[in-house]
């Protein structure tokens, strides 16, 4: 990596006072310490792609102005002072887009964020946010973003990469909703312990795709003992009960699990939160298996029907007050070894994020090395589903084997319907 120019991007004005301190929010302060990192790849560029995205990240920040704000060592304060965000820009030397394509390895992604920013963890004292444009050899830019979980779920990630792209295509949008000065205002009556993502060497990330009609082929194969489950039910209930037969078959015996599913609640209370909406607003609900007999693809599909269903809101006071006194508990979720955690990423579509130069190629995360991870994403055709998967090496060999009869065969960026196995 040849690195042209590193840059601290201010805001284009400055915050007003009063605006200048928050807390954050109880659900922002039980969010684990993580830096979100989204890479967005780009076939063809302009000359001044770079001061388009550096001038039109300025100007969007005055909207996100916590985001170019500090967290301060108590942790639960942000200092909104316009200190500003990391920017970087470089040169990939010796790797073509296509190369990159057609072998996205993680040694090779960590080039494409800034320093000591891919999957960062506490982020007290750091930039909320550090983006980095790198230019390929012949032609292609990559993108990457990687912002602090504290200040931002997977929503507002994809709301401000919208807002940015519309910004730099000089577009006028309003101004997002600052969660944490926004509703009401719970303190912890303890200290939360920070939950860090333990990331491992011995844990692999691989790609999948299931297209529209392998996902109607799971429709169809519970027909009966549901009606009418999503594509991400369906396709979440596949994934978990994959992980769950290789793991008996890698142990020889079968060991109960729970499955973790983070949902968006902004448009689950009443009256339902704006969509640009931004911090933290995803709880979850749990899916547990005891006994072998209740990992059939359609009791899992029943259940995370149910799950989902049953995490409607009535009123936000009272919710808020019901997850303070749930709190404990999201530690050990995250403790647990024999946990699965999944997440669908429904914030702003990557594939529309255009900043002047035409749609990305391929939108995804980084390799994530947190084992029993799924992450969810739409396909460009909205029809289908990719899953970012990491699992232990050995249990992903058996993993794919139990998986292959639901993924296309086509080589992953042959077409945009593609999965890498």
């Not at 007003?16 to 989204?38: G, M, V």
């Not at 920040?61 to 942790?75: I, S, V």
């Not at 209370?269 to 607003?281: A, C, E, H, M, Q």
Request: hydrophobic share 40%; charged share 20%.
């Amino acid at each position: 990596m040849d690195i042209i120019s590193e840059e601290i991007i201010k805001p284009s004005s400055p915050t007003p006072e009063h605006l200048k301190n928050f807390k954050l929010s109880l659900l922002d302060q039980l969010t684990l310490h993580s830096y979100s990192p989204i890479i967005l790849l780009y076939e063809s560029k302009t000359d001044t792609c770079g001061d388009v995205l550096k001038n039109s990240l300025s100007k969007t920040l005055t909207k996100y102005y916590p985001f170019a704000g500090r967290l301060r060592e108590d942790g639960i304060t942000v200092d909104c002072n316009d200190e500003g965000v990391v920017f970087v820009t470089g040169r990939l030397i010796g790797c073509s887009l296509s190369d990159f394509l057609q072998n996205p390895k993680y040694e090779t992604q960590s080039l494409l964020f800034p320093q000591g920013y891919l999957w960062k963890g506490s982020c007290v004292g750091y930039s909320f946010l550090a983006a980095q444009v790198t230019y390929f050899e012949c032609g292609g830019m990559a993108l990457t973003i990687s912002l602090s979980h504290k200040v931002a779920d997977a929503p507002s990630l994809g709301i401000f990469l919208s807002d940015w792209a519309a910004m730099a295509r000089g577009e006028v949008r309003q101004p997002p909703m600052i969660l944490a000065t926004s509703i009401p205002s719970l303190d912890l009556a303890y200290t939360m312990p920070e939950i860090e993502l333990e990331m491992s060497e011995i844990v692999v990330t691989k790609r999948y795709v299931l297209d529209a009609q392998n996902i109607a082929r799971l429709k169809q194969s519970v027909t009966g003992l549901v009606e009418n489950p999503t594509k991400i039910t369906l396709v979440t209930a596949l994934l978990y009960k994959c992980a769950i037969t290789a793991s008996t078959r890698k142990t020889g015996f079968f060991k109960s699990s729970t499955l973790i599913q983070l949902v968006n609640m902004r448009p689950r209370v009443k009256p339902r939160l704006p969509d640009n909406s931004i911090g933290n607003f995803t709880w979850y609900f749990t899916t547990s298996n005891s006994h072998h007999n209740e990992t059939g693809l359609g009791n899992l599909v029943v259940q995370l029907k149910k799950g989902i269903k049953e995490l409607g809101v009535n009123g936000l006071d009272d919710w808020l007050a019901g997850v303070r006194e749930s709190a404990h508990s999201v530690k050990v979720l995250f403790d647990n070894l024999d946990v699965y955690r999944c997440s669908h990423v429904r914030g702003g579509s990557f594939y529309q994020m255009n900043f002047g130069w035409g749609n990305p190629k391929w939108g995804t995360i980084a390799d994530v090395l947190v084992k029993n991870t799924f992450i969810l994403y739409d396909t460009p055709d909205g029809y289908g589903v990719e899953a970012v998967v990491s699992l232990e090496d050995e249990h992903m060999r058996l993993f794919r084997e139990e998986l292959k009869d639901y993924v296309s065969e086509k080589s992953q960026f042959a077409s945009l319907t593609r999965s890498r196995i």
